[in-house]
Structure formats: C-alpha cells, structure tokens
C-alpha cells in the first residue's frame, strides 16, 4: 500500500520492470512500428517495452484513492504517471487471463503479470475518518484524538494507515479459514511511506501483544509493515543482488560529511527540515503560512524563475508592477537560494541602491550573440561576493562557451521581444532614471523537480598511501570523505597555489564520498544544460556510469547541502557515440519523439482513402499546379502555378496542403500537433509533427495525384502589380514535383526553347515576378541576410557522415520564397480584417543597438560604417559594405551572417496582446506577417488556416480560437518548440560535423582538412 509522498517522489521505482525469463513471445505483434516517421524503429529491432512482470517491488501495489487525489493536487505530472502505469496494469491483467487460459489448456500454471489496484478507501467504511469524531475510526480510537486537534493531512494519513490495515485483516482471515493450502502462505502487507512519524503511527496504532492473533509469532504480531522505499529497495537487494533499485531511490537527505567552511548558520523559524546541526549553505525557506502573508500584503512576490542560460546562479523572475510585468534579477547562491529553473518562488525585492543600472550600463548578465528574422520563413531553403566555488563555476561556463561549436543563427530573445516583459523600471518622478530591480528568493512555493536532466558523471580516483597507524581512530565522518578531497583542501590552503584542476573535478573532489553501508556512494553529476546546477547522486554502480551519458532526476535541495540531490533514471548510451548523443539532443530540447498514441492513430483516414472533388470546394485540377522542394523531400507544403488570362494579366497561384481537412479540431490528432508545434529536422532524421500518412502521402502535394489544398489566387499585371486576390478550398493535380536545380534549368532555358512547354513558360513568368516583388521588398527596408548552411552526405547502411558541403542557393530558391512571404503577408490581412484581435502573427522586433555594438566596432576595422535606425538603412550599410569588399566576397557574406546573429528571433504573438505598431516584422519590412504556407511541419499555419477559413466563410472558427488566453498559451507552446527544434537541428549539424572532422569508424571520409578561416574576435585573458 502506497503512501501520497511514494507516489510523488517514486514513480520511477514503481514503474521498475524486471524481465521475466519464462515469458513466451506470443505477443510479437506489440512490436508493430505505429510511429509512421521516417526515422522510427523497425520491427525487426528489439520492442523496447516487452511484455514482463513486475516482481521487483510486490506482486500487488495498492493505490488508495486519497493517495491519488492528493498526487493529482500536489503534481499533474506524477498523477499522469500512476494513471497511465494503472491503466497499464489493466492491459497486463487482460493478456494474463489470456496466457492463464492458455497454460491451464496446456497442463500448466498462469502466469502473474503486475497488479495494481486502486481502493476507493473514502467510500469504504473499514477506512473512514469522520471529521470532528472521537473513536469513529481505529485510527482515532487507538490514538485518542480529540476534536479539533488534527489536520487534513493528519486525516489523510490515518486513512491510508487503515488501508494497509484493512488489507492485513482480510489476509489474516483468508488464512485463518483456510489454515491448510492457502495459496501465498508468506504473503504479507507493506505500507510505503517516507514519512518516519506516519511509520511510527503504524507500529503504534495495531493491537498490544496479548490482543494479537494466535499466528502473530510468524508476522511479529503486526498486521502490516510500515518501511521507507529505500529500506524496502535494500532488503530487495539482498535477495536479489542483479536488481539496481537503489540507484532509483529518490534522495532527501545529504550524506554525512564535514561542515561547509563557507556555510550559513540555519536559523529558527524557517521552514527547512532540521539540519541535523550540519553548517547550512543557505538561508532557510520561509514557511508556507509567513509566504501567504508576505504575498497578501505586498511584501513578497510569486513567480517563476528562469536561470541564465549559462548559469545557474543568476537569473530572473517575472512580477506584476500594476498592469506591466517586470522582469527581477537575481544573482548569486545566496539569493538564487536553491531555486532551480521553472521553480514557482516568492522573491523580496531589495532595496533600490542595490538594483543594477540599466542593460547598456553592464545589468544584462546574458550574451547576446545571435541573430534573427525569418530565416527560417520558408521551408529551410535556403551584488554578492565569490566564493572559490563560484569562481570555479564562472570558469566552467566560460569554457563551454569558449568551445568549438556551431555559432547560432539568432540572439537570444530578449524578455521585453519574447513576452513583452519590461527589464527596467524608472526609479525617479520624472522617469529619467532606469534600473534593473533586483531580489533575493525566501520561500519556494511549487519545485519543477519533474524533468529528467542529461549529463554525465564525474569521479576522481586519487591514489593516496595508506595512513600510518594512529592511536586516534578516524571518525566515520573522515572515513566517508574521499582522498581526492583531502588532497584538494592541502592543495587549497598552500598560499599563493591556484589549483589547476578542472571546475568539475573540484567540485567532485570535495563532495563525492563512500557511505557505510558499503554498498552506495555519493557522485557527483553534470547536466548538459548550463542552467541546471550538479546533482548529487547516491548510487551502487558508479564504476559502470563512468563514460556514459545518464539521465537523472532532481528529488530534493536541503539546506545543508551545497547542490541538490537526486537519483539515477537510466543510461542513454557511451559518451560521444552518434546514438547517444542524439538522444541527448532530443530529451535536452524536450522534442517530443515517442510514437504517436493509439487514439492520435484512430483519427487518421483509412490507407486507401481517395481523394475526390466534395461539395464547398473549387476544382483546379485543369491549372498547371507544379511544385519546387530541395531533393528527396517528401512533405510538400506547397505548390504554384501562373497562366496568361485573356485580358493580358497572369494569374498567380499559392496552393497549400489543406491539412485540417484531415485535423479536425479538438480531436486528439490535432490536441497532438498543437503539442509538438513542429516538425524537427536532424541531419539523419526527421520527427514529424503529424504522422506519415499525411505528412508524406495524403497531405504532400505530391507530382501526378489529385490532393486537397488551400489556394490563394492573385490576379496580376506583368509587372507584378495585384490587381485582385481570392482565397478557394479547392482540389489540385500537380503536374510536376520539381527540384531546385530542375526549376533553375527551366528559368535558365532559352526563350526560343520554351515554346510549348508548359513548365518552363510557368517558372519562367513566375521567376520574372518574383524579381520584381524582391526589388520592392529590398526598396521598402527588408533585409538581405545570410547564415552559414551546410548539408551532409551521409552513407547509406551506417548514415554517418562522409563529406560536408556549403548549401548551395539558386534563383529558384529566392523565387519560392518570395511567393511563401507574399502568401504570408496577404493572408495576414485577410484574417486581420476579420479577427483583429484573435489573428495568429509573426512579429520580429526592431534590434536593440547595445546587440550590435560589437559588430558596428569591428566593422570599423576594415572602413565598413553601419547603421541599424531602421531596416532599410541597416539593408544599405550591408550593401555599401559590399562595394568595398568586392575583392573579398565572403567578407560582405561574413558581415550578413554577423548582423543575423545580433538580432533577436521573430515570435509567433495574438494580435490582441500587442499594439498595432508591435505587429511589425523588421527583417522582411512587413506591417502584418504570419505563417500560412507550411501546415504539415508547423502549428501555427494549421491555426491560420482555420481563421482563414472562417474568415471567407467556408467553416466555423473553433471555440477555442476565440479565447485570447488560450491562444496566449498556444503562442508561447509554438515559440518554444520552434526555438526548441531550431537549437536541436543545429546541434544535430554541429555533431555530425564534429564526426565528420573526427574520421576513423565516426567520420568515415573525414580527418584532418585545411581550410581558410577569419578572425572574429580575440578575447585577452584577465
């Protein structure tokens, strides 16, 4: 029987399965591949879920329902966990009544699969507690609880206690009726809890020795046991030495060890559990109770705190100031105060002469290395003291910054472009005077230990000879401490030395340590992510999760220990193996890449489904309709077509797969899209937003079959001027599915060549358009920028790389771009007309000067001016830049890619959030901008497409695209995706690079190159 806290701190351990060797394969068809993604498991390969039994923790786990209403209130996340392993359970208990049948047909036994029951313990009256009744449960009677005197949570406990209590009564008396062979003889009842006063209660609560039943000798006269996890786990273990249960164990005190020489004296009155007289390395967290008063008077304040991202110890928390938000800084250990990245907290602001002058003046603490806009538009054509910790620390961010690696396309958003936050507040009446407020963290209102963290471990093996013999035996406190410890606090405190060793091994040193009970040991774990602090891990197999790349989670952060702790969850494979580090970039961006469920499954058409002109839609088939895609692509979004019409003028066409003709919405397909947001492009996979079947096949406009589309229709002189525009469901026949170079051979073809040819006479009208719209566009302020693409070609069995090559840009590809923006922008429009505060848009802001500083003064170095005031003066620096470099072309290249990088990434936003003048794109000089042209790879076009519906009146708009909250929350799901997915393709890049460059088995083809390089920058050491 399983106690609230078991549930959420355990779910690992609960959801432990043990393979059973006698289990047949009778269930082979488990291993079906319904993930439909290009990249997905093959059948061939080993199911990663066999069928197996749960003999690792009990052969029956009760769950009572007080429990998991409790888990349900305290974390969604956990309830969703023991809901989906409940529902499991029942699958498991099916397929054995199955195999049971089975073996009895064949003279055998049936086999037990894992049990868990939920009991309904508040509508049982065996376990009820009666609010403000004396004696009415065992529980009360036995304790002699009074009115008044115990709590909701006090109730709770008692009624799980009578839980196991019940169940240990009805085994007694199964057995008592059946004194000769009962089955399950030594079958007995466990409570886990990690709570040691509910533990004691249970002693307490059964029957004194001489009313305990005639067989109590057999059980210690106790109905149930009461036992932590980890004390069940380890008597586990002894029976079975192969299980590695205690490395899931989750963690909440530290391990012994000296005091902290820097530590903070615990005080009275907070809200921390006692220390155990250890130094505290931090202030205590104020209670819940000195919290909700703090927060009614103003005194303190609630939010979520994001780190740095190269820091774990500085970061910001977002308040409400009256109707604006504002971002709080805090820094350092003491005042980050054991908050980890998406804790909820409550901050106190300090005073006014502790907060920072504005960003230019030094206060940012971020990079802001990167750059912006649409690149991505179309299709991917194209104020405390340091300790030496923290000095260690500040030294391990700055070397992973300094590593080689891919540069990023775009800045880091900033807070006021990403959520129209402000970072500075006037502090004078007249509003001159700007500062960045800043505040330390008191109390931590709800963690976000719910993550699983990739990294890897670090341990030092420092041999020491042995110590001569004393007369003084060590403490048990100087045997758990590590030689490696030693060694570097004799090496600390010899003056004038700098330790020379790595911030990682210092930090191991001093904290890894073996535990008395010779089985475990404490290590220390590095996450990937610079924003999360090491993690203390105790576990039995330290040798073994050397080199190898680990997930963990975080369970708890005592005062008392310098990091928090956590526990081991699996191995993701060796380090720096392509597998692995694969799945690290995937579980560290959170893209999502499990196979798509059973239900999201049910919503898609049958696999014959035809494609047949239906009543409310267009029929264009007889249009010459012909795509234009990099090579080997397979989800077409898009197709154009353009013809002479009688009265001179062209007619334009932007078809787009109508992908909610087959997404309904609100169905769990589209509930699964709006999710995943995007489609996620690796260099050797693809995870899909939606699956295969229509992003492959029924949706992709594919060459020679009929498809459904959403077409927009210009009517246009030949001098590109838009006479007229209209929007049509319609039905399509592409006649071509064409590449870029294919495209290009047809724009290049001679005139004289082209008569008769229906493809090279529309990509010909077509690319002489798209000039003209470029010149424009160019004319009106939008940028011409680059950034450094690169494609791989990889081999064909191991598809590791075997050579690197600059992607390579036509005019084809400028042509389909221009026509995805000018589709863009019309549809904006449209749906603005019609949704003026319910549209889904794309905005870029304008930069802020302080992000090109750099790049305005190292220009100046070659006599190159720039200027940023606007896009269109910005747009002429770089092309006069241009004339000076001509005998230097990459340079002028160089400088696009550099300004790209200063510029903050564009964001989707509600037109109801922003004002009107925030709506506009900087990179394209665009007043309104949306996405509308690529469905079937993002969620956002999918939204657009049904405002555009309902917009011309072929559909209603969905309910929920009428709440501006919800589309609040949906606009930032789909920024952080596409961000997500955009960092992981460019990790995806800077991996096979590095094999590429690697050689041997990895980089076949690869090595050691020569190649030019420049200079970016020189960083002179202090």
């Not at 001098?719 to 051979?745: G, P, R």
Request: proline share 5%; with cysteine; glycine share 8%.
């Amino acid at each position: 029987v399983v106690d609230t806290n078991i549930l959420l701190h355990h779910m690992d351990v609960l959801e432990y399965l043990r393979d059973d060797d006698d289990d047949d394969d009778d269930d082979n068809d488990e291993n079906e591949n319904e993930n439909g993604n290009d990249d997905a498991t093959s059948p061939s390969k080993p199911n990663p879920h066999p069928r197996r039994r749960h003999r690792s923790i009990a052969d029956a786990i009760v769950v009572p329902q007080t429990a998991l209403e409790e888990c349900r209130h305290r974390s969604l996340v956990m309830y969703r966990r023991i809901v989906d392993l409940i529902r499991s359970s029942g699958d498991d208990a099916t397929r054995a009544d199955d195999k049971g049948r089975k073996q009895k047909k064949n003279g055998g036994g049936s086999g037990s699969e894992r049990c868990f029951i939920v009991f309904a313990d508040v509508h049982h009256v065996d376990t009820q507690i009666f609010h403000g009744w004396k004696g009415e449960s065992k529980a009360d009677e036995e304790e002699g609880v009074e009115d008044g005197t115990t709590t909701i949570n006090d109730e709770n406990d008692a009624r799980l206690r009578n839980v196991a209590r019940f169940y240990g009564e009805a085994l007694y008396d199964y057995r008592r009726r059946r004194r000769t062979g009962a089955r399950n003889a030594n079958a007995e009842v466990v409570f886990l809890t990690d709570d040691a006063q509910s533990r004691r209660l249970a002693s307490s609560e059964q029957p004194p020795p001489d009313e305990r039943p005639g067989d109590a000798a057999d059980r210690g006269g106790l109905y149930y046991r009461a036992r932590s996890m980890r004390d069940h786990v380890s008597l586990l273990q002894k029976e079975d030495p192969s299980l590695t249960l205690l490395d899931l164990v989750a963690q909440f005190h530290s391990a012994p060890g000296p005091p902290m020489s820097e530590g903070i004296r615990g005080k009275d009155g907070g809200g921390d559990d006692d220390s155990g007289g250890r130094a505290a390395c931090y202030p205590p967290h104020l209670s819940s109770q000195t919290l909700s008063r703090g927060l009614q008077t103003n005194r303190y304040y609630q939010g979520i705190y994001r780190s740095d991202r190269d820091s774990h110890t500085e970061g910001y928390v977002t308040i409400r100031r009256g109707e604006d938000r504002v971002a709080v800084v805090i820094r350092g250990k003491a005042d980050v105060n054991r908050a980890v990245d998406g804790d909820i907290v409550a901050i106190e602001l300090h005073s006014v002469d502790l907060w920072l002058g504005g960003a230019r003046n030094g206060g940012d603490g971020s990079d802001s290395g990167g750059g912006g806009g649409d690149g991505d538009e179309e299709k991917e054509r194209g104020s405390q003291s340091q300790t030496a910790d923290d000095r260690n620390e500040g030294h391990d961010r700055q070397t992973k910054k300094d590593d080689a690696g891919i540069a990023a396309d775009t800045a880091e958003p900033s807070l006021r472009d990403a959520e129209n936050i402000a970072e500075e507040v006037a502090v004078d009446d007249e509003g001159e005077e700007l500062r960045r407020p800043t505040a330390k963290i008191v109390g931590i209102i709800r963690r976000n230990f719910h993550k699983n963290y990739c990294g890897s471990i670090c341990t030092i093996a420092v041999s020491a000879a042995a110590p001569e013999e004393d007369d003084i035996a060590p403490s048990e406190t100087e045997l758990a401490r590590p030689a490696a410890a030693a060694a570097f606090e004799s090496e600390s405190k010899m003056e004038g030395e700098r330790t020379t060793m790595h911030p990682h091994d210092v930090i191991a040193a001093k904290h890894e340590r073996e535990h008395p009970d010779g089985v475990t040991s404490t290590v220390v774990f590095f996450p990937i992510d610079n924003r999360i602090p090491p993690i203390l891990l105790r576990t039995t197999q330290r040798d073994r999760l050397i080199g190898m790349r680990i997930l963990v989670s975080m369970d708890s952060w005592p005062a008392e220990s310098e990091y928090p702790l956590g526990h081991y969850v699996k191995t993701l494979g060796v380090t720096g193996t392509k597998e692995t580090e694969t799945q690290v970039l995937l579980q560290e961006f959170r893209i999502p890449c499990e196979p798509f469920p059973a239900k999201v499954l049910a919503c898609l058409p049958p696999a014959d489904y035809k494609i047949e002109l239906e009543p409310g839609r267009t029929d264009l088939r007889h249009l010459p309709v012909l795509s234009i895609d990099p090579p080997g692509c397979k989800d077409i979004d898009d197709a154009l077509h353009c013809i002479e019409l009688p009265n001179g003028n062209w007619q334009v066409g932007v078809h787009i797969a109508d992908v909610t003709h087959y997404v309904e919405a609100g169905t769990a397909i589209d509930l699964e899209a709006a999710n995943r947001s995007t489609s996620t492009y690796l260099v050797n996979k693809r995870l899909d937003m939606l699956p295969s079947l229509l992003t492959t096949d029924l949706c992709s406009l594919k060459g020679n079959v009929d498809r459904f589309a959403f077409s927009v229709l210009w009517e246009v002189t030949p001098e590109a001027e838009i006479v007229n525009v209209d929007f049509k469901k319609s039905i399509i026949h592409s006649i071509a599915a064409l590449t870029y170079q294919q495209a290009q051979a047809l724009i290049d073809k001679p005139e004289k060549d082209c008569k008769g040819d229906i493809q090279a006479g529309a990509v010909k009208r077509l690319a002489k358009l798209a000039r003209k719209f470029r010149s424009r566009r160019i004319n009106a302020g939008a940028l011409t920028l680059a950034s450094p693409e690169v494609k791989f070609v990889l081999d064909s069995e191991s598809l590791n790389p075997t050579d690197v090559q600059a992607y390579t840009l036509y005019e084809a590809n400028a042509l389909v771009e221009e026509f995805m923006l000018l589709a863009n922008v019309t549809v904006a429009k449209k749906i603005l007309r019609h949704y003026p505060t319910l549209s889904i848009l794309r905005r870029h802001p304008a930069p802020n000067r302080s992000m090109f500083d750099g790049l305005i003064q190292k220009a100046k170095t070659r006599g190159i001016s720039i200027c940023i005031d606007d896009s269109k003066k910005l747009a002429d620096s770089l092309d006069a830049a241009a004339e000076i470099t001509s005998d230097d072309p990459y340079l002028n290249q160089l400088l696009r890619i550099l300004s790209t990088r200063c510029m903050s990434p564009a964001q989707y936003f509600c037109s109801g959030e922003y004002q009107a003048k925030d709506w506009h794109h900087y990179g394209l000089a665009a007043p309104v901008y949306t996405h509308f042209t690529s469905p079937i790879r993002r969620y956002a076009d999918v939204c657009v497409h049904r405002l555009l519906a309902a917009a011309i009146g072929v559909a209603p708009l969905p309910v929920f695209l009428s709440s501006k909250s919800y589309l609040h929350d949906l606009a930032a799901n789909m920024n952080r995706r596409h961000r997500a997915a955009q960092l992981a393709g460019r990790a995806s890049v800077q991996l096979h690079t590095l094999i590429f460059f690697a050689g041997g088995d990895e980089g076949e083809g690869g090595g050691v190159k020569e190649e030019d390089a420049y200079v970016l920058d020189v960083e002179t050491a202090s």
